[in-house]
T-cell receptor
Framework: GQNIDQPTEMTATEGAIVQINCTYQ??????LFWYQQHAGEAPTFLSY??LDGLEEKGRFSSFLSRSKGYSYLLLKELQMKDSASYLC??????????WGAGTKLIIKP | KAGVTQTPRYLIKTRGQQVTLSCSPI?????VSWYQQTPGQGLQFLFE???????NKGNFPGRFSGRQFSNSRSEMNVSTLELGDSALYLC???????????????FGPGTRLTVL
């Protein structure tokens, strides 16, 4: 079967750095996405990785290792507005997106 | 550009009834995907439509069906509702089919369905 694993919940302090991990086992790989979802709102796109390595976009970075079936999302200089769920999704050989259950990130002052 | 819109935003139904949800994609987007989201389960893929054709289907029973019109608007229908169908139903649009190298999906606000 296909599986995406993420921690259920994480807590971090405002101004700090947090790393959210995602491991996957899918039938094929055609890219990995990270989305942010605030409570009661729709998911919004954060990043896309298809090749190994780090993609940096402002305070957010995403890393991919295809050989290890592993990705992480790194959030720097945390702000209270970063409190949200972070969803990892992998596009499989059929170009279907397989989603993790999401990581709820709680930011404390 | 207007975002993805979904109607209705909230719906309460009873077991055995049927329901139709509507999604209007961003203008110019031809691909519409539907997802079911429940606490702890994450997003479960229902189906994707591109240019009025179903391109991909998830592992949901035949009670779940959909269609796409020539203007790219899409509807999702669930017949014989069960309690377990209570969820947030999200639709997402993107400019191209999911087979493009890069396709960011733009999500609508969702329809919250409660089955009593």
């Amino acid at each position: 079967g296909q599986n995406i694993d993420q921690p259920t919940e994480m807590t971090a302090t405002e101004g700090a750095i947090v790393q959210i991990n995602c491991t996957y086992q899918t039938s094929g790989f055609n890219g990995l996405f990270w989305y942010q979802q605030h409570a009661g709102e729709a998911p919004t796109f954060l990043s896309y990785n298809v090749l190994d390595g780090l993609e940096e976009k402002g305070r957010f970075s995403s890393f991919l290792s295809r050989s290890k079936g592993y990705s992480y999302l790194l959030l720097k200089e945390l702000q209270m507005k970063d409190s949200a769920s972070y969803l990892c999704a992998v596009r499989d050989s059929n170009y279907q997106l397989i989603w993790g259950a999401g990581t709820k990130l709680i930011i404390k002052p | 550009k207007a975002g993805v819109t979904q109607t209705p935003r909230y719906l309460i139904k009873t077991r055995g009834q049927q329901v139709t949800l509507s999604c209007s994609p961003i203008s110019g987007h031809r691909s519409v995907s539907w997802y079911q989201q429940t606490p702890g389960q994450g997003l479960q893929f229902l189906f994707e439509y591109f240019s009025e054709t179903q391109r991909n289907k998830g592992n949901f029973p035949g009670r779940f069906s959909g269609r796409q019109f020539s203007n790219s608007r899409s509807e999702m229908n669930v017949s014989t509702l069960e309690l377990g169908d209570s969820a947030l139903y999200l639709c997402a649009s993107c400019p191209t089919s999911g087979r493009a190298d890069y396709n960011e999906q733009f999500f609508g606000p969702g329809t919250r369905l409660t089955v009593l």
